[in-house]
């Protein structure tokens, strides 16, 4: 590939994966998996029901005893035996006889079907049966919920609560899941200085470290960040060097055309891979993609919005195929919204718009609010941003008209504004 190339974000996209592999894979207790990506096939090794058993305090019954029951005309049936939740029920059913048992515990031989408790009536050591719904009602059958030689999750699910329940049902205190990528986040710039530093004239604070960091995060990565490099080739050869145990390296800044941009040269110095360096869209088009050794580099725009928007156009999908995640997974997910209020992109890149997207009362359609503030350097265009809203170069979108969105938050309900 011609590394000069300026790339379609789709190409650039294919690209980076294609020089992406799996990270490795570790074992964690239950607790920690939450939010980790499994990493073997979980068996369900035996049945889930474990046993028949009730799913109504009631009577145990055989139907054909009960069947035809009425208030008005109850079935008498002899109580052998109460069989609460955690034992095992001693006596089988004869015919005329039930048994009192718990919701969870096992039916007796001989019994078929359920009554619960609010259908019958207790006479001592007999119960008069006022209803009977079916052959099998109210008994949660072995193996209906999971069977114990078929596989429950598969490789790539991501672990939320509701899995940790699965596994925790299955007996799986340990996990084998995805290794964590752990990402070193590197910015440059004679003007920077760290957060918690005095501002001096002309300085700029480092929010891009941060902010890199916590998207990272977001993204089941760990962050490792480095000290500012000064715009100097040996202050960022050394902060490179650092970075080299990571699985993934992050700078931002010093990758455009500037007098003082030496990130690039650096690079080409340590023998680094250039993949390619620039992408049609707006903002985020001086992006750096080159390996060094088997080490993925992302030199990423310096201004804070363009930085965000490739993290989320080129890491998020290579953090989430190193990690492990379905293809389904890595890109953000993609809808149509109808649009607030016109947009026109009079540029020659596709434009990405942070947005909020929303949820029309009423209609229930997916509305999108573009920001006024668009500036790749105004941060606040980020502050309430669930959506970025793509313009293709010279597009004139009208109000009301449909416009393709990227999704990067939970979205909710909102009123949209006066037709
Ligand atoms: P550069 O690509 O180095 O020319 O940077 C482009 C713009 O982004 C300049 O206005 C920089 O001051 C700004 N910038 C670069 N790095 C950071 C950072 N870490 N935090 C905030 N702004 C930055
Ligand atoms: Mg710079």
Redesign the pocket.
């Known amino acids: 590939m011609n590394a000069d190339r300026m790339l379609t974000p789709e190409e650039a996209c294919d690209t980076v994966l294609a020089h992406i592999a799996p990270l490795g894979i570790e074992r964690v207790s239950l607790l920690d998996a939450t939010g980790r990506v499994l990493a073997r096939d979980v068996l369900a090794r035996r049945d889930n029901p474990p046993h028949d058993n009730s799913a109504m305090d009631g009577f145990a019954v055989r139907f054909a005893d009960a069947q035809g029951a009425t208030t008005e005309q109850p079935i008498t049936l002899q109580v052998v035996e109460d069989i609460p939740a955690g034992t095992v029920p001693q006596k089988a059913l004869e015919p005329g006889q039930a048994s009192r048992i718990m919701t969870g515990a096992i039916i007796p031989e001989g019994a078929d079907a359920i009554v619960p408790v609010e259908d019958t009536r207790s006479q001592g050591e007999q119960v008069a049966i006022l209803d009977v719904e079916e052959r099998g009602a109210h008994i949660r059958m072995r193996g209906e919920d999971m069977r114990g030689d078929e596989p429950v999750l598969e490789k790539g699910q991501v672990l939320g609560p509701g899995e940790i329940s699965v596994l925790a049902t299955l007996q799986q205190s340990f996990v084998t899941v995805y290794r964590r990528a752990r990402v070193a986040i590197i910015?440059?710039?004679d003007?920077?200085v760290e957060i918690e530093d005095p501002v001096g004239p002309g300085q700029?604070?480092?929010?891009?470290?941060a902010a890199l960091a916590a998207f990272c995060r977001a993204h089941g990565a760990e962050p490792l960040m480095l000290p500012?490099a000064r715009d100097d080739m040996d202050d960022i050869r050394r902060t490179i060097e650092t970075a080299l145990d990571a699985d993934f390296i992050l700078s931002?800044?010093?990758?455009?055309v500037?007098d003082?941009?030496f990130v690039k040269q650096v690079l080409d110095e340590m023998q680094a891979k250039t993949i390619f360096w620039r992408v049609a869209m707006k903002p985020g088009k001086?992006l750096l993609f080159c390996t060094i050794g088997s080490t993925p580099y992302f030199g990423l725009?310096?201004?804070?919005v363009?930085?965000m928007m490739s993290f989320l156009q080129f890491v998020r999908p290579a953090l989430y195929k190193a990690g492990g995640y379905p293809p389904a997974a890595w890109p953000l997910p993609r809808a149509t919204a109808l649009l607030d209020s016109a947009v026109e992109n009079d540029g020659s890149r596709r434009n990405y718009m942070r947005c909020r997207l929303y949820y029309c009362n009423g209609s229930g359609a997916l509305r999108a609010s573009v920001f006024e503030r668009q500036g790749s350097?105004m941060v606040s265009s980020m502050i309430g941003a669930n959506g970025i809203a793509l313009f293709a170069p010279e597009a004139q979108v009208k109000e009301g008209e449909s416009v393709s969105v990227q999704i990067i938050g939970p979205i909710a309900q909102g009123e949209a504004p006066d037709a």
């Open positions: 910015t440059t710039g003007e920077l700029i604070v480092n929010g891009n470290t500012i931002s800044g010093g990758v455009s500037g003082f941009d001086p725009p310096g201004n804070p363009s930085s350097h």
